[in-house]
């Protein structure tokens, strides 16, 4: 048996090419075989977060690559760590584990370089069913990258040029003799888990390993025995026979997106995935791969399944169909009141686009019925939460749930509200305190609590808050309602500074005049019940006639998310309202002396 990070995996050793490579398995051998490469200067362990989570539903195997973890090194050294020994080592741990069936690959950084050459030769095919890569691109599409940027030169393909080339200056350092060597077995790699610390926020959970400076040391001959080849000679044939998934850390200091432009055209079964996060994602970000490696998986065995049995199969790998969903497929999203109205078209939404959903809401059957349509929408998980967001305690605990059962949220939408009406001397304290508690307190819960674990994390994410167009245009019939709403915008705003350098973006999103049910169950102070029955059918027939969907709203959100936006008016009452409040504050104010129709 394995120990340390990985102490309940079985454990062989498979012999090749003059070395021992130690391997690690998890899970049921007669499920799908999922192999994960780990990349420099790492050992197989820095996939122990991602193997556990996948070992529930795939055969799981890690192996310590030649001269790392506790897999011998080649002697010499130099000339043994060429990208056809190491393809020779994968096809022998391939051989061991999963002889009569094609393994899905996953690599990030070195372990994503070699398995572009095991996916791209002849002598692999027939032995990868997928490819997930992050954080590594094929040394051979690298070579043609450069190439046609120096062959053809454009300020902006030089500008692509010179910024790789500024991210890849640990290259140049790994070519010298010797001093990586005596770096890394000093200094270096006795202070590298800190700063991984520092720069990823890296947990300190017995990740690296011991041996972190022999397989740093080793490992350099990587750079040295296949960089300067395959980029001044790449190969023309590095074609991907297998479907590829590509994941892209955004924050990546090491690698720019822009390497991967045109990548279709040597992997024409390819999908996009982008990620908010840095380059160790496996250490950061481990449930968000683990759904992403999931969904690619399953899609492709059943892809795999149908064409056996004659069907057509597209080339294609992943089920979210949705707007962005290259962004948000496998992010945990939680919304507020998505028992209907905004909240639940806002869920659907990101459904849509493939994310995991979390809707909650203190209407127990709407909820449950939100969480159920989202499944059946796109949402590769969506559960359903009853709570009243203006409870403290409640949100505390819904966050401890959710943070152990689900993961850390990537995008926390408060969206829950009420509405009331009326003057402000007909409105009471108890009036009052139940518009706060929900429209505002609500909001403060949700960011505290949920916000919080997004900036403990350290990998940064969303956070959006349903203000209203009533946030910057007054009303003498809303003086609760808006000044609640106006308090979430203000909130927003602040938020947005102080998370700015977490990178985690705060958005308002102010709609109009949107048709939900908010109107049927909206209060009217100072009216006795029959009369405020009468209000609330009047202004639902006002709002069904000006009918704006709360779809439309909820891809305005998706669209904040994705763009970083600050304040987001949505109807085209609510941006002329804001334009107003910057440009002629007077005229609004004249405006909301009107006396609204009851």
């Known amino acids: 048996m394995s120990g340390g990070l990985l102490k ?8 090749t090419g003059g070395v021992e490579l130690c391997v690690a398995e998890l899970g049921d051998a007669t499920q799908p075989t999922v192999l994960l490469v780990h990349g420099y200067p790492d050992s197989k362990e820095v996939w122990s977060e991602v193997a556990t989570r996948l070992a529930d539903r795939f055969h799981v195997v890690l192996y310590d690559v030649r001269g790392h973890g506790r897999s011998t090194a080649p002697v010499p050294l130099r000339g043994g760590f060429t990208l056809e020994k190491l393809t020779d080592d994968f096809l022998a741990v391939v051989d061991a584990v999963s002889p009569d ?14 398995s572009w050459e095991f996916v791209t030769v002849k002598r692999t095919e027939g032995r990868i069913a997928s490819f997930t890569s992050m954080s590594g691109p094929s040394l051979d599409h690298f070579g043609h990258w450069i190439k046609k940027r120096m062959a053809r030169p454009t300020p902006r393909r030089v500008g692509q040029l010179l910024g790789q080339g500024a991210k890849s200056w640990y290259v140049y350092m790994l070519h010298t003799p010797v001093l990586p060597e005596l770096a890394w077995r000093g ?37 040295r025995d296949n960089v300067r080849a ?45 990620l908010p996060a840095k380059h160790w994602v496996p250490r950061t970000r481990p449930d968000q791969l683990a759904a992403w490696i999931t969904d690619f998986v399953t899609t492709t065995e059943d892809l795999g399944e149908r064409g056996a049995q004659g069907a057509a199969v597209a080339p294609r790998g992943t089920t979210a169909s949705g707007r962005y969903a290259d962004r948000f497929a496998g992010q945990l999203v939680l919304v507020t009141g998505a028992a209907s109205g905004i ?35 796109g949402a590769p998980a969506a559960w359903g939460e009853t709570v009243d967001v203006s409870d403290e305690q409640s949100m505390e605990k819904l966050a401890e749930k959710v943070a152990r059962e689900y993961g850390v949220v990537d995008v926390l939408v408060n969206n829950a509200g009420i509405g009331l009406s009326g003057s402000f001397f007909d409105t009471t304290v108890d009036d009052w305190k139940k ?43 809303l003086p609760a309602y808006s000044t609640s709403k106006a308090a979430v915008l203000m909130l927003s705003e ?43 059918k009047r202004s639902s027939r ?45 005229a609004l104010r004249a405006i909301a002396r009107l006396q609204p129709p009851v």
Not at 9 to 15: D, G, K, Q
Not at 244 to 271: C, H, K, N
Not at 348 to 366: I, L, W
């Open 435 to 477: 518009v706060l508690d929900v429209n505002l307190w609500g909001v403060i819960h949700g960011c505290r609590i949920f916000g919080k674990q997004m900036a403990d994390r350290g990998q940064g994410g969303h956070i959006v808050n349903t203000a209203s167009a009533a946030a910057f245009q007054p009303s003498k019939a």
């Open 343 to 377: 909240g639940r078209a806002t869920a659907f939404a990101f459904a849509e686009a493939g994310a995991r959903v979390v809707a909650v809401d203190r209407d127990a059957e709407g909820v449950a019925r939100t969480a159920e349509l989202a499944g059946l929408i």
């Open 187 to 223: 200094p270096l790699g006795a202070r590298w888990p800190k700063i991984l610390q520092r720069m990823e926020n890296v947990p300190q959970d017995g990740y690296p390993t011991s041996s972190l400076p022999s397989d740093a040391a080793h490992g350099a001959w990587l750079y």
């Open 101 to 114: 069936h094609p393994v899905h690959v996953v690599g990030h950084d070195w372990g994503s370089v070699q």
């Open 494 to 536: 602040c938020l947005r500074a102080e998370l700015a350098g977490q990178g985690i973006g705060v958005s308002a999103i102010c709609p109009g005049l949107v048709n939900t049910n908010i109107t049927a169950t909206a209060r009217f102070a100072g009216v006795d019940a029959e009369e405020e029955k009468r209000r609330q």
């Open 542 to 586: 006002l709002y069904g006639l000006r009918n704006y969907p709360p779809e439309k709203v909820a891809g305005a959100v998706l669209d904040a998310v994705v763009r970083n936006q600050a304040v987001v008016p949505v109807t085209p009452e609510a941006r002329g309202a804001h334009a107003l409040s910057r440009f002629a504050p007077k």
């Open 230 to 274: 395959r980029l001044s000679r790449p190969r023309a044939d590095a074609y991907a026979h297998a479907p590829v998934q590509l994941i892209t850390p955004q924050g990546d200091m090491f690698l720019s997106p822009r390497l991967y432009d045109e990548l279709e055209l040597w992997a024409p079964r390819l999908t996009r995935r982008t």
């Open 8 to 15: 309940d995996a079985r454990e062989r050793w498979v012999r």
